[in-house]
């Protein structure tokens, strides 16, 4: 049977990413988040990283497991091989790579925010 355009769950069951399902599943993300961020307090998984990243809350338990994994992905990112880093400013912050290139791209950058301090 032929998907039906312009619904979001043609879009997520037939992997269909004409215009019209697209735009439909775009609404259909719009509309759960907004619910989401509508929930009250209380029925909120706090302390969860459903509950900082989908529901937006930063009451003090999501914030925690929030950070926690942000920094994460953080550590996890510091294992990134050293050919696959984006060697920059990128390269030194993100990935705490401190090759020449990183270290004169960081380098430039602090200048560059005394530089614009200053003026
Ligand atoms: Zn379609
Ligand atoms: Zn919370
Ligand atoms: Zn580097």
């Known amino acids: 049977m032929a998907p039906t355009h312009g619904r979001a769950s ?7 990413r ?3 399902c697209t735009e439909a599943n775009r609404l259909r993300c719009m509309e759960v988040r907004a619910k989401l961020r509508a929930k009250p307090f209380n029925q909120i998984p ?3 990283t459903t509950g900082y990243s989908q529901y937006g809350c930063h009451c003090e338990a ?13 550590d996890k990112r510091k294992l990134t091989p050293f050919d696959q880093i984006p060697h920059g400013t990128s ?5 705490g790579c401190r090759c020449k290139v990183c270290h004169a791209a960081n380098k430039a950058y ?9 003026a």
């Not at 043609?10 to 269909?16: A, H, I």
């Open 62 to 74: 999501c914030q925690e497991v929030g950070t926690a994994s942000l920094r994460e992905q953080r």
């Open 18 to 20: 004409c215009d019209a």
């Open 46 to 48: 706090h302390g969860t």
């Open 10 to 16: 043609t879009y997520s069951n037939y992997k269909c």
């Open 91 to 95: 390269g030194y912050n993100s990935y």
């Open 110 to 118: 602090r200048l560059e925010l005394k530089r614009a301090k200053a």
